[in-house]
């Protein structure tokens, strides 16, 4: 004997199965779309942070240099040592569709103070 199936005995069960899966498939893209942006964004921290740096190794406005790469929202902070510029840009990232707290990713640089800023000038 053949299982033979009874037309109406699962009616309903793709559009059950499809009101299951929807919210799992839907953070699953929302959380994807929230990795894309923070690596974008910790990509971007990165420039602006190279740039202070290499701007304050020559003597230039780091902080300026840095903020004008920097994405928005982002916080500039330059330590100048005593033989090389520090550059840190940390910027926030929201997470797509929820009011939660957001990511915050930081990038980070050192460039040398060029010779003749590094001694005081003095040759």
């Not at 559009?15 to 498939?25: F, I, S």
């Not at 994807?32 to 971007?44: F, I, M, N, P, S």
């Not at 033989?83 to 707290?101: E, K």
């Amino acid at each position: 004997m053949t299982g033979r199936r009874w037309p109406g005995r699962d009616r309903g069960s793709f559009t059950a199965e499809l009101a299951a899966g929807l919210p799992a498939l839907i953070l699953l893209l929302l959380a994807g779309l929230t990795a894309v942006a923070a690596v974008t964004t910790k990509g971007q921290c990165v420039d602006a942070a190279r740039e202070g740096a290499l701007a304050g190794s020559r003597g230039d406005g780091a902080a300026a240099a840095a903020a004008r790469m920097a994405p928005p929202g982002a916080e500039v902070e330059i330590d100048r040592g005593e033989d090389a510029v520090t550059a840190v840009v940390r910027a926030p990232v929201r997470v797509l569709g929820a009011h939660l707290p957001a990511i915050t990713v930081t990038g980070r640089a050192v460039a040398a103070r060029e010779p003749d800023l590094a001694g005081g000038g003095t040759s």
